[in-house]
């Protein structure tokens, strides 16, 4: 069975840089949707970022567009989300997740598969 195993938070100061990575093992994922959601205490889920199924076509939350990029290398079946500029309201968990369809969304519920998620803390 497919799983996502995501490494990469931390803690880091307004205007740093952080890189996320999620590793899939025991699945092929190439076809399928990948996002990044953010969790802050006390909130809901919330899409930051979605790659379409073969990296066609990108996605992101409008407050992190020009600051978050995220790609994939299916041979490698990893995703990476490169953060700069980062802001305190980016503090969250970040949870890598796979959809069983092509097309991006930014609903939890169209996502199948979910790694444990990576804390995130941006201090002022």
């Known amino acids: 069975q497919l799983q996502l195993v995501e490494s990469g938070g931390g803690l880091v100061q307004s205007g740093g840089s952080l890189r996320l990575s999620c590793a899939a093992s025991?699945?092929?994922?190439?076809?399928?949707?990948i996002a990044w959601f953010r969790q802050a205490p006390g909130k809901e889920r919330v899409g930051v970022s979605c790659?379409?199924?073969?990296?066609?076509?990108?996605n992101y939350l409008d407050s992190v567009q020009g600051r978050f990029t995220m790609s994939r290398d299916n041979f490698k079946n990893t995703v990476t989300l490169q953060m700069n500029d980062l802001k305190p309201e980016d503090t969250g968990v970040y949870f890598c997740?796979?959809?069983?369809?092509?097309?991006?969304?930014?609903?939890?519920?169209?996502?199948?598969?979910w790694g444990q998620g990576t804390q995130i803390v941006v201090s002022p």
């Open positions: 025991g699945g092929d994922w190439g076809f399928s949707a």
């Open positions: 997740t796979k959809a069983p369809v092509f097309a991006c969304t930014n609903a939890p519920r169209d996502f199948d598969m």
């Open positions: 790659i379409s199924g073969y990296g066609i076509r990108e």
